[in-house]
């Protein structure tokens, strides 16, 4: 029907991330794009869209500081916005009330050793 909003989920968007022949879509405070299409117009090159393919690069796009002319322009690529879930209001939420040790639970211990065994390598190597 015209004029509806399609809803998908961020890992819809995900799998519409230009590889193997798929669309690139592009999430920017939570509505999605397709920019599958303009890709090689782009005035920075398709190597900084491709790199938020199937991702929200909103940050990116706000630090950028795009025109009113690239506003418009996005406008017209919209294919959808995120389901309530996860819109980045709500994302940011989720993780704070899920916080890290229900992440840490949900690892097996071999994981988390991985994990730690990482993270004191890469201290080593950074100072």
């Given at each position: 029907m015209p004029g509806e909003i399609i809803e998908y989920t961020l890992a819809e968007v995900a799998l519409r991330n230009g590889k193997a022949g798929s669309p690139t879509w592009i999430v920017i405070r939570d509505v999605v794009y397709d920019v599958t299409q303009y890709m090689e117009d782009h005035p920075g090159g398709s190597e900084l869209i491709?790199?938020?393919a199937g991702k929200d690069g909103t940050k990116d796009?706000?630090?950028?500081?795009?025109?009113?002319?690239?506003?418009?322009?996005?406008k017209t690529m919209q294919v959808g916005v995120l389901v309530a879930s996860d819109q980045a209001k709500n994302r940011k939420k989720?993780?704070?009330?899920?916080?890290p040790k229900?992440?840490?639970?949900?690892?097996?211990e071999e994981e988390l050793l991985k994990k730690k065994r990482s993270k004191r390598r890469m201290f080593i190597l950074c100072g």
């Open positions: 491709t790199e938020w796009f706000d630090d950028f500081g795009h025109s009113s002319d690239a506003m418009r322009l996005l989720h993780a704070t009330a899920s916080g229900e992440i840490t639970e949900e690892l097996s």
